[in-house]
């Protein structure tokens, strides 16, 4: 089965590698550039079941979006990226850089997928 990934990041080209390495993976993937174009996604997408969001971004940051996503769909899984910052307690979190075989690893570890 395959699973819908929604992808979030500020960074258009990031977004761009991130969903192409997902996509490799095997997995549908929609992208969003904003924690409100996220949010607004994934209250209109029933198929989304995978939120994968960067932590530093402009106005709501992957912690705030993650937590109102869980809110919207409680079974959502979340995996959060930064090149920065520290893991907090909650949602799993892969550092940038990174490759196609970590972010395989780190899913089949926390979202059970790709």
Do not use: Y
Request: aromatic content about 2%.
């Amino acid at each position: 089965m395959k699973h819908t990934v929604l992808v979030v990041d500020d960074d258009a080209d990031v977004l761009d590698v991130i969903a192409s390495m997902l996509e490799e993976l095997g997995c549908d993937v929609v992208r969003a550039s904003s924690g409100a174009e996220a949010l607004d996604t994934l209250a209109g997408n029933e198929k989304i079941s995978i939120l994968i969001t960067d932590i530093n971004m402009p106005g709501m940051d992957g912690h705030e979006l993650a937590e109102r996503g869980i809110r919207i769909r409680p079974k959502l899984k979340v995996l959060q990226l930064s090149g920065r910052e520290r893991r907090r307690d909650g949602f799993p979190m892969i550092r940038k850089p990174f490759s196609e075989d970590d972010l395989a690893r780190v899913m089949r570890e926390t979202t059970g997928v790709c």
